[in-house]
């Protein structure tokens, strides 16, 4: 029966899906393969607090250890389909019997003692012959799970290091517009002063006065706002650190400015998604696991093969015996067979669970298809909107340093009586919107090298640094069960990184 047996249903094959041969053309874009730097992308921006706040992320993110301890939940569970393959039951049992016996029958057969006692202690086994494949198939199901488990714990990693790249930016942006407006505070303060003093001097109208007090007034507003996102900011990234908000301004020491972005993109090729992109591995692996439950629920309709046995030592009162020499060789009892179940009469329970196995495994194709498309179409819109900002961000440059220069002639000119204050209010209101608009796009064009890097999927390899469960958690779980070898790195996870979606790790079941 083993050597003839099979595995029914689908052997699975990645689906085909579409995958454009090159990016679309961008000054940005180069297509040459990803080296080391480029995995660790993070590094290239060349600021040591951000690398500090992404390895401390790494440390203590609750989610993502939620990520971690559902791989070891997943290996557990593929240990226990492989425990399958052995005999499904076995056990000891023990009885032991009492009876009284009429006395007529103990008067007619010498040598009966009416008081009956029997023991017996047996090993038992049943074993359901994997004929058709259904544990094969289960097996192959779980382990899919299980490299998916590992697939999504990468992609809560990519998804970590950039929304914490993303906060840190976002935090310096704010704190830059803070500086902007502050200097066009001190600028305005100035215009004041000078407007009060023409003023004095009888050389100008009140009215250049208020003027110059409102727009100082609403400059002054945009600077609590401005603070109230900074420590909203400060509070979120907290959570990602999973740590307080108090100890968040400890990690911040240090040069508070916007991070630098390189002047071009390590992209590679499109098809490198299907091998970089955790969630499309993860979309992949999922169809392999539904491919795999089909066989599962096929292998249902067909006749189901066991062999069950007992073996054990067996006694009695009777006849000379004893019980206590039942634990004796001639005292053996032994009990063999074999079954066969044909499933009959299911009124097509089993065909339409199979039927529901292989919509499941089709909507998993279509996810893992539609995954790709949508990875291509964020790098993309990535490598766009990089390209742009960086497009923006020189022009607001040029902005900015002639509204500066056209607020000083503006100045000069009012205290030299060459111009009406209406000329220098307007200067400084262009001032600072342009450099609060340059503030937000240096910002943004490192926001877009940050998207254009999540969405390549560059960063999860970091996981070969730190095992993915923290030892504290591991302590604590390790106090209230057995968990054997699987809490060891070898036990729950493949050797390395790079071939975590074919490896099969270390460890037994």
């Known amino acids: 029966m083993l050597a003839t047996s099979c595995s029914v249903g689908p052997d699975y094959a990645t689906p085909a899906a579409k995958v454009a041969g090159q990016w ?53 569970r593929l240990n226990k389909s492989i425990g399958n393959l052995f005999p499904q039951q076995q056990g000891v049992s023990g009885q032991v019997g009492y009876a009284r016996l009429n ?20 090993f038992g086994a049943t074993w359901e012959v994997d004929f058709w494949g259904k544990y094969r198939r289960g097996i192959e199901s779980d382990r899919a799970s299980y490299l998916g488990s590992i697939a999504a714990y990468d992609d809560a990693l990519v998804t970590l290091i950039a929304d914490v790249a993303s906060t840190y930016v976002n935090l310096r942006t704010v704190e830059e517009r803070l500086r902007v407006a502050r200097r066009n505070l ?188 949508v990875a291509q179409q964020e790098v993309e819109n990535g490598l766009a909107a990089f390209a742009d900002q960086q497009r923006a961000a020189e022009l607001l440059e040029t902005a900015a340093a002639a509204a500066r220069r056209s607020t000083e002639l503006a100045l000069i000119q009012y205290t030299g009586g060459q111009t009406d204050y209406t000329t220098v209010l ?12 340059l503030a937000s796009t240096q910002g943004n064009v490192v926001l877009a090298i940050i998207t254009v890097y999540r969405a390549l999927g560059g960063g999860w390899e970091l996981r070969a640094t730190h095992d993915v469960i923290s030892e504290e958690v591991k302590a604590e779980m390790s106090r209230r069960m057995d968990w054997g070898r699987l809490l060891e790195p070898a036990g729950h996870l ?13 460890g037994g079941p």
């Not at 307007?426 to 608009?437: K, N, P």
């Open 186 to 373: 001190a600028t305005q303060q100035e215009s004041l002063r000078i407007a009060t003093a023409q003023f004095n001097g009888g050389a100008t109208s009140e009215r250049d006065v208020e003027q110059a007090k409102a727009q100082l007034a609403q400059t002054k507003s945009q600077i609590p706002r401005l603070e109230q996102t900074l420590t909203q900011t400060k509070n979120g990234l907290a959570v990602l650190l999973g740590d307080t908000p108090d100890a968040v301004d400890q990690r911040l020491a240090g040069p508070s400015r916007i991070p630098v972005a390189p002047r071009s993109v390590v992209a590679g090729i499109p098809r490198d998604l299907l091998r970089r992109r955790p969630d499309v591995r993860a979309a992949g692996l999922a169809a392999a696991s539904k491919s795999a439950l089909i066989g599962v629920a096929r292998a249902q309709m067909y006749p189901a093969f066991s062999l069950s046995g007992e073996f054990g030592v067996s006694g009695n009162n009777q006849a000379g015996n004893s019980l206590g020499s039942m634990f004796s060789w001639e005292s053996r009892a032994l009990n063999a067979g074999a079954g066969l179940v044909f499933p009959v009469f299911n009124y097509g329970r089993l065909i339409n669970q199979v039927r529901v196995q292989d919509a499941q495994f089709q909507e998993a194709v279509l996810n893992y298809q539609n995954t790709v498309l």
């Open 103 to 122: 006395d007529g029958l103990t008067s007619m057969i010498p040598g009966v003692n009416p008081d009956y006692v029997s023991a017996q202690v047996l």
């Open 494 to 506: 493949p050797p390395s990184p790079a071939r975590s979606n074919a490896t099969e790790p270390k």
């Open 24 to 76: 679309t053309a961008t000054p940005a874009l180069t297509n040459r393969p990803p080296s080391t730097a480029d995995i660790y992308w993070w590094r290239n921006l060349e600021d040591p607090v951000l690398n500090d706040l992404i390895d401390a992320a790494h440390r203590s993110n609750p989610a993502l250890q939620i990520a971690g301890v559902r791989i070891l939940e997943a290996r557990a």
């Open 426 to 437: 307007t200067a400084e209101q262009g001032q600072l919107a342009v450099e609060d608009s």
